[in-house]
């Protein structure tokens, strides 16, 4: 069972970028998927999440309308397209999973990658 994270990087304010979460080892169907973020010094953040099962997808207000998430079932896959980046979204982006109805907590996902770094700086 694995969660693994690619595509963060340094990029300049207003620039892109779009991470990839692959799956293995559970049905991807079956699980919410979400995208959280660490930043040092303060608590884990939650960005946005996307359930195949209702057809759910809800973003935290300071990412909705820049950041947008989808899910590609065949390829058991969860991207996190991220535009107009600021320097405040520097931090560790991990994707995670939850076969919990409606999750509200990050205590909710089983199932963490291990991250990838975003740096947005000039």
């Known amino acids: 069972v694995k969660l693994v994270e690619s595509g963060g990087g340094l990029v300049q304010p207003g620039g892109w970028l779009r991470l990839s979460c692959v799956a293995s080892?559970?049905?991807?169907?079956?699980?919410?998927m979400s995208w959280f973020r660490r930043v040092p010094g303060k608590d884990l953040e939650f960005l946005a999440t996307?359930?195949?099962?209702?057809?759910?997808?809800n973003y935290r207000d300071s990412v909705r309308g820049r950041f947008t998430i989808s899910r590609d079932n065949v390829k058991n896959t969860v991207y996190l397209q991220m535009n107009s980046l600021k320097p405040e979204d520097t931090g560790v982006y991990s994707c995670?999973?939850?076969?919990?109805?409606?999750?509200?907590?990050?205590?909710?996902?089983?199932?963490w990658g291990q991250g990838t770094q975003v740096t947005v700086s000039s």
């Open positions: 995670a999973a939850s076969a919990r109805s409606r999750p509200t907590s990050s205590s909710e996902y089983s199932l």
């Open positions: 996307s359930d195949y099962r209702d057809g759910r997808v």
């Open positions: 080892g559970f049905t991807f169907d079956d699980y919410a």
